[in-house]
């Protein structure tokens, strides 16, 4: 390690170029990257609501689907704009009165159900098919026009319009999301450290590791827009710390006399055998997120996982060389630490440590209740803000016509007309359905077969297929949609047992259904992950249980909070929070317990062991667990958008909850089971003073 030390203090120059060369393929790639803003396209593609999705893109050509309300305008002026509508590029049809019947017929004709179902005063309702997906970037444009011909009298609402508003939200807001998470982790340097300049360095350093990351992701196709906005502000938070180590190693180096260049050297490779060593926890603790069916978990494990990876690179390579190059300036702007080292703390939390072991015990009991009991929502539109052009026509939408959800209904082209007639009338009678169209279901009570028009025939059935629109009154997410949705799915497979009920709330119910298989599976494997690593650190069979319990601690009490304050987290919180919490931040408990076991192992007695282990560890697990709190609360506080604000928030006060639970459970544990953990791991049987003992005796 000496030997690659050298290696990168000699080349410190060509390293720090070809870093900085190295950003223009990445900037590249960080421009060209798909951001996709669809949760429930995360699904896995075997599930009946995924594969009905797919049959009516491919074999209808109709992905995206929104309810247009146009208010106050003339039944003329109404179908000039229908006409407008279907001119946009990647709109397949757009279904209105005129396309069941001539204006010159009074809409009076049809069954008052429909009539009711479609006009509300003078507010009138149309159906738009896109021929792209939900999310697709076509989609999104499409839309954009829609609402550019319509102006204020119309209302686009549904997932389309929703995902739209949200991606226009997320490219005004991210840039800032880097800069607050920027400059409150620079403050937080400029307090801990004794440099103003370092803090710069660090951060240039990082945000090169950064833009590497983000520009790789280009092989990834498209991440999702959360992974996009969550990556620069959580590399920064987890890497943070180790070019803290590098610094604090560099200055010990310096002190005993040696050159710069050694002492870089030296320290470089301490860093390497200590940071490699702590951020395979924190990768691996990504990585457990790929283990989820929701493939979001996949797609955020992945990009973070490399983002710890090239956080080390930077590490080890650009900031020694950043580190040389600005020594002199270095120099000049050196200032004594506004924080003063806090002397003692070692020895109080150890003398006391009786205490805070009953505060582990009265804690737990608490904290497991409200993490068993948070709520949890999985409706997006629930929390975004109220101005935003889709929630406005989602409103609206519930208000005029008492609609909250359109599900579509894939029926076999070979069931019936008969029986689909049936089956119509079974699916009305579901609690909340508000009308159900289909064209079986126009034929004969709407309309005489032969007045169907040809375009509504070929909107609502092929070869293969038929095509049911159903009008639900019940929220999306919600227990009693869910329940709808089953419904009508068992109706439909009396019919037809191949029938697939598609559409956003279909797709949500499915959502909650695998994501709560996800909580379990992802927590299983970061645990045990975890643990095996720690375990193979330290040979150790009890420590492992130990660190584990006191982060595991901290999880609970953090994510058991939400329950106390009548807060409800996004679901994607409920999943990965507990993961990165432990993977980031039981680094602090191996960083004090392998102080623990070196003193122990010196010599040392549990409690002198104890007591200088904490008392060596605090500042360094201070101002790592204040960089995370830094580079995350400020955008906990900034965004509008919920699923980015609650989970920034919890991952900052998981990093003050795990700083504390270190600081003040960890020295109590290994106080109280001191004993076990010497019998249960290896070389800590007896330590330096009793093998001296023994061999005096002999």
């Known amino acids: 390690m000496i030997k690659l030390g050298k290696g990168i203090v000699k080349c410190r120059v060509p390293i720090l170029v070809i870093g900085i060369l190295l950003l223009i393929p990445a900037l590249f790639g960080m421009l060209n990257t798909r951001i996709n803003y669809d949760m429930l396209d995360y699904l896995p593609e075997d599930i009946d609501t995924v594969k009905g999705q797919n049959i009516l893109l491919d074999d209808f050509g109709k992905g995206a689907f929104s309810m247009i309300m146009v208010e106050g305008m003339e039944p003329k002026d109404a179908a000039a704009l229908k006409a407008k509508f279907e001119q946009v590029e990647h709109v397949d049809t757009v279904l209105w009165y005129d396309s069941l019947l001539d204006l010159s017929i009074p809409p009076e004709i049809l069954p008052e159900k429909f009539y009711n179902a479609f006009n509300s005063g003078?507010?009138?309702?149309?159906?738009?098919?896109?021929?792209?997906?939900?999310?697709?970037?076509?989609?999104?444009?499409?839309?954009?026009?829609?609402?550019?011909?319509?102006?204020?009298?119309?209302?686009?609402?549904?997932?389309?319009?929703?995902?739209?508003?949200?991606?226009?939200?997320?490219?005004?807001?991210?840039?800032?999301?880097?800069?607050?998470?920027?400059?409150?982790?620079?403050?937080?340097?400029?307090?801990?450290?004794?440099?103003?300049?370092?803090?710069?360095?660090?951060?240039?350093?990082?945000?090169?590791?950064?833009?590497?990351?983000?520009?790789?992701?280009?092989?990834?196709?498209?991440?999702?827009?959360?992974?996009?906005?969550?990556?620069?502000?959580?590399?920064?938070?987890?890497?943070?710390?180790?070019?803290?180590?590098?610094?604090?190693?560099?200055?010990?180096?310096?002190?005993?006399?040696?050159?710069?260049?050694?002492?870089?050297?030296?320290?470089?490779?301490?860093?390497?055998?200590?940071?490699?060593?702590?951020?395979?926890?924190?990768?691996?603790?990504?990585?457990?997120?790929?283990?989820?069916?929701?493939?979001?978990?996949?797609?955020?494990?992945?990009?973070?996982?490399?983002?710890?990876?090239?956080?080390?690179?930077?590490?080890?390579?650009?900031?020694?060389?950043?580190?040389?190059?600005?020594?002199?300036?270095?120099?000049?702007?050196?200032?004594?630490?506004?924080?003063?080292?806090?002397?003692?703390?070692?020895?109080?939390?150890?003398?006391?440590?009786?205490?805070?072991?009953?505060?582990?015990?009265?804690?737990?009991?608490?904290a497991v209740f409200g993490y068993t009991h948070t709520k949890v929502y999985y409706n997006l539109d629930e929390t975004l803000p109220k101005t935003l052009p889709s929630i406005v026509a989602n409103d609206k939408l519930n208000a005029e016509f008492d609609m909250n959800a359109t599900h579509m209904l894939l029926v076999d082209g070979d069931v019936s007309p008969k029986d689909v007639r049936h089956m119509t009338e079974e699916l009305e009678k579901v609690d909340g359905v508000k009308w159900v169209l289909g064209l079986n279901a126009l034929k004969g009570t709407a309309l005489p077969g032969e007045m169907v028009p040809a375009e509504l025939t070929e909107t609502l059935e092929d070869e293969n297929w038929q095509l049911l629109l159903i009008g639900s009154g019940y929220k999306v997410a919600s227990d009693e949609v869910n329940a709808q949705c089953d419904t009508l799915s068992a109706v439909s497979k009396k019919y037809d047992p191949g029938a697939m009920l598609v559409g956003e709330a279909p797709c949500t119910r499915d959502l909650i259904r695998i994501t709560d298989h996800d909580f379990s599976t992802v927590s299983i494997v970061s645990i045990g992950v975890i643990f095996l690593i720690i375990l193979l650190v330290f040979k150790s069979l009890t420590l492992p249980v130990v660190l584990v319990a006191v982060i595991e601690l901290a999880i609970f009490i953090n994510m058991g909070i939400p329950y106390y304050t009548d807060t409800a987290i996004p679901f994607i919180a409920s999943i990965v929070i507990g993961t990165i919490q432990l993977g980031a931040t039981v680094d602090y408990a191996i960083l004090m317990t392998t102080r623990y076991k070196s003193e122990r192992l010196g010599g040392a007695d549990k409690a002198q062991a104890v007591s200088v282990a904490c008392q060596t560890s605090v500042k360094s697990i201070m101002v790592s667990a204040l960089s995370f709190f830094a580079a995350t609360f400020g955008v906990g506080l900034y965004s509008n958008i919920d699923m980015i604000s609650s989970l920034c928030t919890l991952m900052a006060r998981g990093a003050l909850i795990s700083m504390a639970s270190v600081i003040f459970i960890l020295p109590s544990m290994l106080m109280v089971f001191d004993a076990l953990i010497r019998r249960t791991t290896w070389g800590m049987k007896t330590n330096k003073a009793e093998k001296e003992q023994e061999a005096s005796q002999a």
């Open 122 to 366: 003078d507010t009138t309702l149309m159906a738009v098919f896109f021929d792209t997906s939900t999310s697709a970037d076509e989609t999104m444009d499409a839309v954009a026009s829609i609402r550019s011909l319509a102006g204020k009298q119309c209302f686009v609402s549904g997932m389309s319009a929703l995902v739209t508003d949200l991606r226009d939200l997320c490219e005004r807001e991210e840039p800032i999301y880097v800069l607050i998470a920027v400059a409150l982790s620079c403050l937080v340097m400029m307090v801990f450290m004794d440099s103003f300049l370092l803090p710069f360095l660090f951060l240039a350093s990082i945000g090169m590791a950064i833009v590497w990351n983000l520009g790789s992701n280009f092989f990834l196709g498209e991440i999702s827009y959360i992974t996009k906005a969550l990556a620069s502000v959580l590399q920064l938070a987890v890497t943070m710390d180790y070019s803290i180590f590098l610094w604090h190693s560099y200055q010990e180096q310096q002190q005993t006399g040696t050159g710069k260049k050694d002492a870089m050297a030296k320290a470089i490779a301490a860093t390497i055998t200590s940071v490699v060593g702590s951020s395979i926890t924190t990768v691996a603790g990504f990585l457990a997120l790929c283990f989820m069916s929701f493939t979001l978990g996949l797609d955020l494990g992945i990009v973070m996982a490399k983002g710890v990876v090239f956080g080390v690179i930077a590490c080890i390579t650009i900031l020694p060389s950043m580190i040389l190059v600005f020594d002199r300036a270095l120099e000049k702007t050196r200032h004594r630490a506004v924080l003063p080292e806090p002397k003692g703390i070692g020895a109080f939390i150890t003398k006391h440590y009786r205490v805070f072991a009953v505060l582990f015990v009265a804690a737990l009991i608490p």
